[in-house]
């Protein structure tokens, strides 16, 4: 059976793991923007082109994230965001390491991270399960 692609969702996943608050977001997105309307555009199954556009620009995640996400996918686009988006914020100019071992080791960090969130996620939609079955 396929899959559903749910956009709104994909979109809160990728703002939680990257830390960014709906509060945040909506202010990046300008003043028609607010917290309730970003939790209203996560609940959407599709989200309009240009809007998921604006999104990606704002959070620096690919607009295919959102469409295609599935768990490989998006450990390679957390894992790749900082040589995508940030080579501004990792460049050192006096560099006292070897470059590609400090980005390596950022990588790895990345993922570990998201594995951690994942399994937080999982942990989390359990106990919900848990209390839903005990109701």
């Known amino acids: 059976m396929e899959q559903k ?4 969702r994909n979109v809160k ?3 939680e793991m990257l830390g960014i608050k709906q509060e945040a977001l909506a ?3 300008g003043d028609d923007w607010n917290q309730k309307k970003i939790s209203l555009l996560e609940q959407k199954e599709i989200i ?3 809007l998921l556009q604006k999104i990606s620009e704002v959070i620096k995640v690919p607009v295919e994230a959102f469409k295609n996400f599935d768990e490989q996918a998006a450990i390679n686009i957390i894992a790749n965001t900082i040589t995508n ?3 501004g914020a990792v460049y050192n100019h006096n560099p006292i ?3 590609i071992d400090h980005l390596l080791k950022l990588h790895e960090e990345k993922i570990a991270l998201y594995e951690r969130m994942l399994k937080e996620k999982d942990d989390m939609m359990s106990r919900l399960e848990d209390l839903i079955k005990n109701k």
């Open 48 to 50: 309009e082109d240009a």
């Open 27 to 29: 202010f990046e997105l």
């Open 13 to 15: 996943r990728f703002r």
């Open 85 to 87: 988006n940030d080579n």
């Open 97 to 99: 390491f070897q470059p």
């Open 5 to 8: 692609i749910h956009q709104g």
